[in-house]
């Protein structure tokens, strides 16, 4: 993983992969990130109230058609593209936010300080999957590129989902670090 070879172009030395934490936290990428002092810059694609799918719905224990935030955002670090998210929101729980500013401010804290919303628990779920031609363009990546997508739910303190989010990372620049905590530690 030192050099990577490009058909036709050569060998070059590989950037060092981008850790990202295995663990819920109480803070998101934009936090994470921001504490390991790496340059975080946020693309906004789509930010709006929209009826929810029925698998935002599921997850969010919503009825199919209710209102939810859109919020889809492309993230690079350092310049570099590495992941693009697609996060749902209950709109009754955070009316307003489709007008906020996301482009430099991490969601996680927006929906603590203006929303009251703190995370509790959350649940993720990984996997390796090929980049379609939309993710594909999103991150600057041939078609069938290796991602990593990570499906989370997060939850308030009284149980209720707030956010379901599905993102995509570049698998050439993500590297998972996994958290174990012991059962006393107070990680939320």
């Known amino acids: 993983g030192k050099?990577?070879?490009v058909q036709g172009k050569g060998t070059f030395v590989s950037r060092p992969k981008v850790g990202w934490r295995f663990v819920q936290s109480a803070f998101g990428v934009h936090e994470d990130?921001?504490?390991?002092?790496?340059?975080l810059t946020t693309d906004v694609l789509r930010q709006e109230v929209v009826p929810a799918g029925?698998?935002?719905?599921?997850h969010l224990s919503l009825q199919s058609g209710e209102p939810v935030l859109l919020l889809v955002r492309r993230?690079?670090?350092e310049g570099e593209r590495v992941l693009v998210s697609t996060t749902y929101l209950p709109a009754a729980l955070c009316p307003g936010l489709a007008e906020e500013d996301l482009s430099n401010r991490s969601l996680f804290k927006v929906l603590r300080e203006r929303f009251g919303l703190k995370i509790g628990r959350g649940d993720r779920t990984l996997e390796a999957e090929a980049a379609d031609q939309w993710a594909a363009k999103m991150l600057d990546l041939p078609l069938a590129s290796?991602?990593?997508r990570l499906d989370s739910t997060g939850y308030l303190p009284d149980g209720r989902?707030?956010?379901?989010?599905?993102?995509l990372q570049r698998g050439d620049r993500a590297r998972v670090d996994i958290v174990q905590y012991t059962k006393h530690s107070d990680i939320l």
């Not at 990130?33 to 340059?39: A, F, I, S, T, V």
């Not at 029925?54 to 599921?58: N, P, S």
């Not at 989902?161 to 993102?167: A, G, K, L, N, Q």
Request: no cysteine.
């Open 3 to 5: 050099v990577r070879t």
């Open 33 to 39: 990130l921001e504490r390991r002092g790496l340059r």
């Open 54 to 58: 029925t698998r935002a719905a599921e």
């Open 75 to 77: 993230r690079s670090v």
């Open 146 to 148: 290796p991602l990593l």
């Open 161 to 167: 989902p707030f956010e379901y989010s599905e993102t």
